[in-house]
């Protein structure tokens, strides 16, 4: 008699009795650890409830991730297990693969694209599995691994959007009922929705009257869109600011659980994400990636907005494969997140003394910057940033004083431009009129991205600003002006798209008119 693999005793669609039989019996102990769920003294006192983080971090590969890998893989027939297993990842699922097929003698390939860093495809490598290097985005290298597995018989493990994988994730949500039955609130962060879904299913089957709330990035929001559409809807742009979330189109089968068991959803911004990373750091000494204290960002401000008190409050850190380098991000955006600073543009007389009148109007708050060019006789505008005590009350009371002592002001600490390009391009505007375009974009960190990027825009028109900064992600950030007439516009467009990168038009950026134009 034929070996039966787990998935095909059960019909599918699960049921959540069914979903909540495959995380009890999920053989993922074999591997996987226990994690803590660890209480934030410091930020509970701040917030007035009891907070309390999964530390998922702490798992072997430092990812949740671990956990429906090895489910899925450890679920397979002899048969399957001895022909191997293979997916496309350039982060924590990869890792979990390579490990779970090491523990278990089973060949992991991992197929990760050409552009991924070394250090990413050494960790795998480090567990075990063989890297093959494929295509210059997740895309293609997904299509190569679906090939593979067609012609190799291997098994493809997805990275969240299989039941089994969904299952091994829930273990999460059993674990942290058992360290703490009286929980609230569960937040949780979702990218493809696997742990989303799973831990929503289990705990709906086990103590339904505690709230499931997921959380994303503003700009990587697959699960708002979907929710929004009523199914799966692919997003136009991905911020990759959070890679560990940063995709495309929400899984099916994690949709319908999502949308059938979740409470709630919120969304957070980058500085948002950046101010729990300094939350989490400061409680614990832990540095989480920015996607692994997405659901923290998102507990924080739904406390906020529906003004919770004396509430028990979970939320799982997913993860701590940071980029090192990432973190000079993290530092410069976490106190904008926390509204502990504000940046302004404002407009000072070009005499003596009107820096020392500016200052007297700051009231003695500390200027965390200040950058400044001589502009003509009469004016010069200044781009500053002040530290703040009571958030964006303060500000607005900052900017109304500075107003009514006569001082032209703009308040920038939402504008994105501002904060990631213009703040360090301070320095004066062009000496004659120019018909210019402003456009940001993001591309690859990979040998050859910006000459590709320079080649394909930069030999056709003329490039009258360049900002690019490199922040230690896995992408570059670049800032750019063309002198455009408006018949080179159908033109010029047509070469974005050939291109490929990620764009926004920036032409209407506040702090573009105030300092660059």
């Known amino acids: 008699m034929a070996e039966d693999s787990e998935q095909s005793k059960l019909n599918l669609p699960y049921t959540g009795a069914e979903y909540l039989r495959q995380i009890l019996r999920a053989p993922i102990y074999e591997v996987a650890q226990v994690t803590p769920l660890q209480t934030l003294t410091r930020l509970s006192e701040r917030l007035g409830n009891h907070i309390q983080l999964k530390r998922e971090d702490r798992q072997p590969v430092h990812s949740f991730k671990l956990r429906g890998a090895y489910n899925m893989v450890a679920s397979l027939t002899n048969a399957q297990k001895q022909a191997g297993v293979i997916t496309a990842s350039a982060g924590n699922h990869a890792q979990g693969i390579a490990l779970s097929g090491k523990h278990l003698s089973i060949r992991a390939i991992i197929v990760m694209p050409k552009t991924t860093p070394d250090i990413k495809v050494n960790a795998v490598r480090g567990y075990g599995g ?161 996607s692994g204290a997405l659901a923290l960002a998102g507990l924080k401000k739904y406390a906020e907005q529906n003004q919770l008190k004396d509430k028990q409050l979970g939320a799982i850190l997913s993860g701590a494969n940071t980029n090192f380098h990432g973190l000079r991000y993290v530092s410069e955006r976490c106190e904008l997140g926390e509204k502990r600073e504000g940046l302004l543009a404002v407009t000072i007389p070009e005499r003596k003394g009107a820096f020392f009148e500016f200052c007297n109007l700051i009231g003695g708050r500390a200027v965390t910057e200040f950058n400044y060019r001589y502009n003509d006789d009469k004016q010069a505008n200044i781009f500053v940033g002040v530290r703040l005590q009571e958030g964006q009350q303060e500000l607005d009371h900052i900017v109304e004083d500075l107003r009514n002592g006569g001082y032209p002001v703009a308040d920038l600490s939402d504008d994105e431009m501002a904060k990631l390009h213009v703040r360090y391009m301070i320095g004066g505007k062009p000496l004659k009129p120019l018909k210019e375009r402003l456009y940001s974009f993001e591309f690859p960190e990979s040998p050859g991205a910006l000459l590709n990027f320079l080649s394909t825009l930069g030999t056709h028109w003329n490039i009258s600003l360049f900002n690019y900064r490199n922040h230690g992600a896995d992408y570059g950030r670049v800032l750019c002006g063309f002198e455009l007439e408006d018949s080179d516009l159908e033109r010029f467009s047509a070469h974005l798209k050939e291109l490929g990168y990620q764009y926004k038009d920036e032409n209407d950026s506040p702090s573009y008119k105030f300092f660059l134009s």
Do not use: W
Not at 210 to 220: C, G, L, R, T, Y
């Open 130 to 290: 063989e890297v093959v290097l494929h295509g210059n985005n997740f895309d293609e290298a997904k299509g190569e691994a679906e090939r593979l597995a067609a012609e190799h018989a291997y098994t493809y493990v997805p990275p969240f959007d299989h039941p089994l994988v969904i299952a091994g994730q829930g273990t999460i949500g059993m674990e942290m009922l058992q360290q703490n039955g009286h929980l609230d609130y569960i937040f949780v962060p979702v990218g493809g929705g696997g742990l989303a879904a799973g831990v929503a299913v289990l705990i709906k089957q086990l103590m339904p009257e505690i709230k499931v709330i997921a959380v994303e990035p503003e700009d990587s929001a697959c699960l708002k869109a979907a929710l929004n559409a009523g199914k799966p809807v692919p997003l136009e742009r991905v911020s990759m600011f959070a890679d560990g979330v940063a995709v495309k189109i929400i899984g099916n089968e994690t949709f319908r659980l999502c949308q059938e068991y979740l409470d709630g959803h919120i969304c957070v911004s980058s500085d948002e994400i950046c101010a729990a990373v300094k939350d989490i750091f400061e409680d614990t000494r832990a540095i989480a990636e920015p």
